[in-house]
């Protein structure tokens, strides 16, 4: 099914195809709301649609847009109210609302006291904009929906440890095939040979916002290069993914994924599993590098010369930090809320549902909300440190590193408060906290297992003696590789 939402995504940004991909996802939602064993796809299909929009289908470049009222964005909204009617009902028919509210989720406090913050900011503000509760409304919903909606719809017993793991790491190749596409036909590259950032975009974000949802993947690769058979696979695509991170000129994205790249190449080597052959592959991309290096140092320094011009410019950053300190210093108890911003953008535009942003994670939670919503944030924050560092876990350790890259990138970025990457750490820490209760380890093989239980299918069904030799030989087949079951397994079934 990841695989399927995978090319989906892919095919969607690729060719437009939203109409046709959005209509399908709503008639799996049918699906999975009457008769789905559980909600577990849920997750992982919302991540998938939020990569998948397209440039030809993005309302500020197309007036055509797929997106507009006037042409299918109520098709849209009717898919999300059906789906969310379904939803309600299979709650209510297979958890019960009273212990749907009563599961257990131990990061619900620090959310609920940080959305608190979110709608209170601003109020008492002389400039204050009704628009700020309908922002504080999408970015709680987005940032809590899926660790609120999802717990108990779920038999986490039953759920592979490493589920999200695999979504992760498509939902990265997705993304990294996107941005090829981009370079392929954006012109990024211009006759000079230098990459232009302006050309990096997508329909649904532009370079820093795919910078970063490549380096938030890039941990999901090297969790699975330490428990997969043939690891040096999936270490070589987290190496990839980092350079395709690179090949966005995102500034943050770079630094702070590449520091997070750092401790995952560590823990890949701490871990025993796979230690060799997951070496091997971190010192032919360190040569690879060198050697690229000393031979294209000059056309390499030509296609990055934008990100080596700017350096350490802080690209107006400074005085955005100014700008919300400044509004802080005016309404310092509950801020001055989201659209408050003085400083260019589109903050001040009276149609846009989301403001501009300050771009620091601390000046914004202070700028908008305040001492509260700073004091909030910080103990949202102790929860989610708390959950990490009690019972460690390997599938804790790399769903923490991919959260530190949300971290890390939002102190020089936006994406803690850019409805979309929320929804990605909504599901971060829904598994991290629910991997303590899987008990399915995930198969050694990801297609093994499959052919193998067709091959206990065939033996069983087939004929036996008067049908001739065939049914005796598959049955043999699958003796060997211990699939035919005993009469007394068969008496157990």
């Known amino acids: 099914m990841l695989a399927v939402l995978a090319v989906l995504s892919l095919l969607t940004n690729f060719f437009s195809l939203e109409l ?34 397209s440039l030809g289908n993005n309302p500020v470049y197309n007036p055509d847009s797929v997106f507009f009222p006037e042409r299918w964005l109520w098709l849209f909204v009717a898919i999300i109210v059906v789906f969310v009617v379904l939803f309600f009902l299979r709650l209510c028919l297979t958890v019960g609302l009273s212990r749907f509210l009563k599961e257990r989720r131990k990061l619900l406090t620090g959310f609920l006291v940080l959305g608190a913050a979110f709608f209170l900011g601003g109020i ?5 904009t009704a628009r700020n509760l309908l922002y504080a409304f999408l970015l709680f919903g987005s940032m809590f929906a899926l660790y609120f909606l999802v717990p108990p719809m779920v038999d986490w017993k039953k759920a592979p440890k490493d589920y ?15 941005l090829i596409f981009a370079y392929c036909k954006n012109g990024v590259i211009d006759a000079e040979g230098s990459i232009v950032r302006g050309n990096i975009r997508t329909g649904w974000g532009q370079h820093n916002t795919i910078g970063a949802v490549l380096a938030v993947c ?15 696979i999936f270490s070589a695509l987290g190496v990839l993914l980092y350079v395709a991170v690179v090949a966005t000129n995102s500034r943050g994205s770079i630094l702070m994924g590449g520091i997070v790249f750092l401790v995952c190449v560590v823990m890949t080597l701490v871990h025993k599993k796979n230690r060799l052959g997951n070496g091997l592959v971190f010192l032919a991309a360190a040569l690879a ?5 000393g031979i294209f140092r000059d056309d390499l320094e030509n296609l990055f010369s934008v990100l080596l011009e700017i350096e350490l410019d802080p690209s107006g950053r400074d005085e955005l930090f100014k700008d919300g300190m400044e509004k802080f210093r005016l309404s310092p108890l509950f801020g001055s809320g989201f659209f408050s911003i003085g400083w260019g953008g589109w903050g001040d535009s009276a149609m846009t549902i989301l403001p501009y942003f300050w771009h620091n994670t601390f000046v914004e939670m202070l700028a908008a909300c305040g001492v509260v919503g700073l004091a909030a944030y910080l103990f949202h924050r102790f929860q989610t440190i708390r959950l990490f560092f009690t019972a460690p876990t390997w599938e804790k350790s790399f769903l923490a590193a991919s959260v530190g890259v949300i971290l890390l990138t939002s102190l020089l970025d936006c ?28 198969e050694e093989d990801f297609l093994l297992p499959l052919f193998r239980e067709l091959r206990r299918k065939i033996a069983r069904r087939a004929p036996s003696g008067a049908a001739g030799t ?8 699958a003796e060997e590789e211990g699939g035919c079951p005993s009469p007394d397994e068969k008496e157990s079934e």
């Open 289 to 293: 590098v060198g050697v690229l290096l």
């Open 124 to 128: 008492g503000y002389e400039e204050y």
């Open 218 to 232: 890039m941990p999901c690769a090297f969790y699975l290069a330490v428990k997969k058979k043939y690891g040096f």
């Open 164 to 178: 999200f793991f695999w979504a992760g790491l498509f939902l990265g190749l997705v993304v990294a095939a996107e």
């Open 20 to 53: 046709f991909t959005y209509s399908l996802a709503g008639v799996f939602g049918l699906y999975l709301c009457l008769f789905g064993k559980d909600m577990l796809p849920l997750a992982p299909t919302v991540l998938f649609l939020y990569v998948s929009p």
């Open 470 to 477: 065939g049914g005796t030989e598959i049955g043999a087949a």
């Open 415 to 442: 994406h803690l408060f850019n409805i979309g990457i929320t929804f990605i750490y909504s599901a971060l820490l829904l598994f991290a906290e629910k991997s303590e209760e899987s008990e399915r380890e995930a």
